[in-house]
């Protein structure tokens, strides 16, 4: 099924202009007539059966099946269409149709789109235990266990039971039934369209409040699940609804440009289809026309429209390496828009999506045209999303594992992995709902990688906060601070795709999280934990000074820093100078060492300070016209240099760490220690070197003492800080 080219809001379907093959190497198979889904209702009324015969009603089904499933055994069909007939009789819809034209309906829109036969004998049944006598054992009984879940996976609880609380409960079953069979939300999705096709008999007030729990929800879902077919018909529907006039615009406009003459889309398929043949590069050029909601966002982008605006073009070859040749045809033989390239294939959307995207430009009058770049089996997954991978809980065929490779598990992905993670802290159905509805309109996925290998998988615009709970869970509570790609980073950092994210835990499991990271939590499950254990633990009193929540800091004295001027230097120079007679003394503000590329400049008295080249204070001096002095590191291998270590809060740290430091020769000329920080401390130490060799040393050495997770030499301070 075709969303883009059969549209219910159409005066007509559209029909794709024509297409052609360059080079076919085998005859075509006949197509099927189209079936056009919302005449259903009238195409397929009850007709008479001969036992173990196939009802005529389920006509239209069984073909659409059988184009995908030549194979399949039907019988589990009629006999689900038996069940459903006889239990739903003397049923009759809002529109004055047998009921049983709703499940006939749903069940043909799966078929369309390649479900396999258990999901379709579950389609047949859905309504059933809901609406009827029939039960879940029943069910069980004649149909067997799978099709019993995904009957019961779409059965809407009892508003008698449940009250106003029916409508998100049910969507907290459905989604937990999902996570254990995906096809539960494939049956739910093609049952929200059929009634959404049908809207038009309800009263205003239902049709928004529907057309807004589709537009909130289930729209966000059917993206999620890649079934772009229903996903486009759905949106075309709720926009009729919740947007009337400007509807109506988009649909003038659709109108107005298929009565017109000249095609540029057509004009430009043919070139690709000629470019494409002499390259002997065999595939399919089809024109895509956008559906209403595309149109009408192109339309707020650009106006007035032009005629290549109103579709796109797909090409449909055989392998993943045909996409890249026809890619370079096209942006050899014609004027590519590089802007507009996208490669799907190579870094696929977290929905299974896989195209390569381009665009290339009209030379006589710059249109730019869209192009879509997919093979067959691409395009049905991109159309029909995990519905196009069957029972995906059946071992893979032949046919599915060869050419692709692993075939992808979409049982669980990622995106609901995480909203079956934090429904569960969910406190209340109103929290549930409100929150579902925001984590689903996170329309974009990015991946960051942890330090062993993994990944993780955030909505865009999450931050560390949301990659400790997402990787930890509840004990992301006691996480101190993170590392992203190598550097110290603030939880509130927004990660990026592709980022590496090392994130540095405390030991104690009675860790409070801060109030503060409720602002930068992006995700749910990071919120909803947040607020819990905030909400169950009261506000501890402040800590004593000197101490943190786990005890003192240290047990050793700590040398104070003073105020009497400046730390003492080493008593030998090791740095030559272009100024005879000159002293030299090494600036306190970047702590130059061997081999640092370094400068100088005369102060009073005769000094010359030395720099390294990258401190602030260089750029300062010159700027106001200082001249610089030529200085370089001489024989003596002496160097005295400032350090930052930064630290968990434990006692003996810091006897541990001026240990492990005198071991590896180092000087203790001055040190700080600033007051904890959540459980954090920050360490600076001056220390004179016997051989600037050893500052490596000295600095893994420092790493290694436990409870030190970062050492670092003191950065330039920028001018005036």
């Known amino acids: 099924m075709n969303a883009e080219a059969v549209n219910p809001a159409n005066p007509g379907p559209v029909t794709p202009s024509a297409t052609g093959a360059a080079a076919p190497t085998a005859p075509r198979r006949k197509a099927r007539p189209r079936i056009d889904l919302r005449r259903l209702g009238r195409a397929a009324l009850l007709g008479p059966a001969a036992r173990g015969r196939l009802p005529d009603a389920i006509g239209h089904v069984v073909e659409a099946h059988r184009a995908h499933h030549p194979d399949a055994d039907l019988d589990p069909l009629r006999r689900a269409y038996l069940l459903a007939e006889s239990s739903h009789r003397g049923q009759m819809r809002k529109s004055g149709e047998p009921y049983i034209t709703h499940p006939l309906a749903v069940t043909l829109i799966l078929a369309e789109l390649g479900a396999e036969t258990t999901t379709l004998t579950a389609s047949l049944l859905h309504d059933t235990v809901e609406d009827t006598d029939v039960t879940l054992d029943q069910v069980g009984e004649q149909f067997g266990a799978e099709v019993r879940y995904l009957v019961d996976g779409v059965t809407k609880l009892e508003k008698v039971d449940y009250g106003a609380a029916a409508e998100p409960e049910t969507f907290r079953k459905m989604l937990l039934a999902t996570g254990n069979d995906v096809r539960v939300m494939s049956i739910k999705l093609a049952d929200r369209l059929h009634n959404m096709r049908t809207l038009g008999v309800m009263r205003r007030e239902k049709q928004e409040r529907i057309a807004k729990v589709t537009r909130d929800v289930l729209i966000p879902l059917a993206e999620r699940l890649g079934v772009q077919a229903l996903k486009s018909e759905l949106e075309d529907l709720v926009f009729a609804v919740m947007h009337p006039e400007e509807y109506e615009h988009t649909r003038k406009l659709v109108t107005e440009n298929a009565a017109r003459t000249d095609d540029p889309l057509a004009e430009v398929a043919d070139e690709v289809r ?5 390259a002997d590069i065999t595939a399919e050029v089809l024109i895509r026309p956008r559906h209403f909601v595309s149109v009408h966002r192109v339309s707020r982008k650009r106006a007035p429209l032009r005629g290549a605006d ?18 370079g045809e096209l942006h050899t033989c014609m004027t590519p828009v590089v802007s507009e390239f996208k490669d799907f294939i190579a870094v696929p959307k977290f929905n299974l999506y896989q195209s390569l995207h381009t665009a290339v430009a009209r030379p006589q009058d710059g249109q730019v045209v869209e192009v879509l770049i997919r093979t067959h089996q691409m395009h049905k997954v991109a159309e029909a999303g995990v519905v196009a991978l069957g029972n995906p809980y059946a071992p893979p065929s032949e046919e599915q594992t060869a050419g692709d490779g692993e ?31 925001e984590d689903l309109a996170q329309d974009r996925e990015i991946t960051v990688f942890r330090p062993d290998g993994g990944t993780l998988g955030l909505p865009e615009g999450a931050t560390c906060v949301d990659a400790a709970y997402a990787q930890y869970g509840e004990d992301a509570h006691a996480t101190m601070g993170a590392r992203v790609n190598g550097r110290l980073a603030t939880m509130s950092t927004v990660l990026r795709d592709g980022d590496t994210v090392q994130l540095l835990m405390g030991q104690d499991p009675a860790s409070e999280p801060s109030r503060e990271w409720l602002e930068h939590a992006h995700t749910p499950a990071a919120r909803i934990a947040i607020q819990r254990r905030l909400a169950a633990r009261p506000t501890p009193a402040p800590a004593e000074p000197g ?48 081999p640092d590329t370094i400068t100088g ?49 434990r006692p003996h740290l810091l006897a541990d760490l001026t240990e492990a430091m005198a071991l590896e020769g180092a000087e203790i000329v001055s040190a700080t220690v600033e007051p904890p920080d959540r459980q954090r401390v920050r360490h600076t130490y001056t220390v004179l070197l016997p051989d600037a060799a ?11 003492v436990a409870g030190v997770y970062d050492v670092s030499r003191a950065r330039p301070q920028p001018a005036g800080a």
């Open 310 to 327: 109103f579709g796109r073009l797909l090409v449909l070859v055989q392998e993943d390496a045909d996409c890249y040749a026809v890619l």
């Open 601 to 649: 400049f005369a102060v009073r008295g005769g000094v010359v300070t030395v720099h390294r080249v990258e401190c602030p204070v260089v750029a300062r001096m010159k700027g106001g016209g200082r001249p610089e002095v030529g200085v370089r590191w001489g024989e003596s291998p002496e160097c005295r240099v400032t350090l930052l270590a930064e630290s968990f809060g």
């Open 407 to 437: 075939r992808v598990d979409p049982t669980r992905p990622g995106w609901l992995s995480r909203l079956l993670d934090w429904q569960r802290g969910a406190p209340d159905p109103d929290t549930f709902w409100s929150t579902l509805r």
């Open 274 to 278: 000629r470019v494409l043949r002499e």
């Open 547 to 594: 101490e943190t929540a786990r005890g003192p800091v240290a047990d050793a004295p700590v040398p104070r820093p003073t105020s009497d001027g400046p730390a003492p230097r080493p008593a030998s120079a090791d740095v030559l100078v272009d100024v005879p007679g000159a002293t030299v003394r090494l600036a306190g503000c970047c702590t130059p060492v061997p």
């Open 694 to 704: 050893r500052l490596p040393a000295l600095m893994r050495a420092m790493r290694d």
